[in-house]
């Protein structure tokens, strides 16, 4: 048996201000963007090297969905993007204006730092011990 999550939805309010902060500021490769109706779209991303576990834009369409946008984990850190060298992604997200939270620090598993996408979820960006 062979299984994986495919694709992981991320409630935005603007598929085009999300794309362009998953691309231009996170370096994120558009998989595909594909109308569905006149308000939806399937949009895939994928960070940089990824093959599996897509993350999935979807529009908040009603109160409650708008609501969660920027807090899908009620303030806990909701996504892991693993990274072959910390250091760098830091330097190069901060200068795109990406804001951590705290410093980074090491753990038993490798060396992480808090940051926060355009809603405000909160992401770790991990370079594990031993990458994979």
């Not at 895939?44 to 969660?68: I, M, V």
């Not at 996408?117 to 770790?124: R, T």
Request: glycine content about 6%.
């Amino acid at each position: 048996m062979h299984q994986y999550i495919a694709h992981i939805a991320l409630t935005v309010l603007d598929y085009d201000e999300a794309i362009r902060f998953y691309t231009e500021i996170l370096n994120f490769k558009l998989v595909e963007d594909t109308p569905l109706s006149d308000t939806k779209r399937w949009v895939l991303l994928l960070p940089p090297g990824a093959k599996e576990c897509h993350l999935l834009l979807a529009l908040a369409t009603d109160e409650r969905q708008r609501n969660s946008v920027g807090n899908q984990t009620g303030g806990r850190v909701f996504l892991f993007l693993y990274t072959d060298d910390l250091v760098r992604d830091i330097k190069a997200m901060t200068a795109k204006g990406v804001k951590f939270i705290g410093e980074p620090r090491k753990e038993t598993y490798g060396s992480v730092a808090v940051f926060e996408d355009l809603y405000g979820n909160k992401w770790d960006l991990l370079q594990p011990t031993h990458f994979k």
